[in-house]
């Protein structure tokens, strides 16, 4: 097992990756290629970004990662809201994965942060 795949943050991303695939499955096939593919391809950005960053050399290196992976989380957000306005996804869906980002952000910040206190 990685290091990285023992932190509850990297876990929740690869949750929240989950469900937002299984969401985005019942998208119109014209948005292919469009708010699908961006949705998947920024919350897949997040595990990911975690998992680089940990396997650099500095934590200076790992901050920067975790605010890349923050501003994926943040993309995402903005993309569920707008999927939401175009009846893609209940407010219900919505809430729940905007809570879900929600933790994720909160404790991407508490981990930065506790790395740059060391």
Not at 23 to 32: H, L
């Amino acid at each position: 097992m990685f290091g990285f795949e023992k932190l509850d943050v990297w876990q929740k991303s690869v949750e929240f990756a989950d469900q937002i695939y299984r969401c985005t499955a019942s998208f119109p096939n014209d948005e292919r290629f469009g708010l699908t593919s961006q949705l998947r391809r920024a919350s897949v950005s997040i595990s990911s970004n975690i998992a680089e960053g940990s396997g650099r050399q500095t934590a200076n290196d790992f901050i920067r990662f975790l605010s890349i992976a923050y501003g994926s989380v943040m993309e995402c957000v903005s993309q569920l809201h707008i999927a939401n306005r175009l009846n893609y996804i209940n407010h219900e869906t919505l809430q729940s994965l905007l809570k879900l980002a929600e933790t994720i952000a909160k404790m991407l910040s508490r981990l930065r942060t506790s790395l740059q206190e060391k």
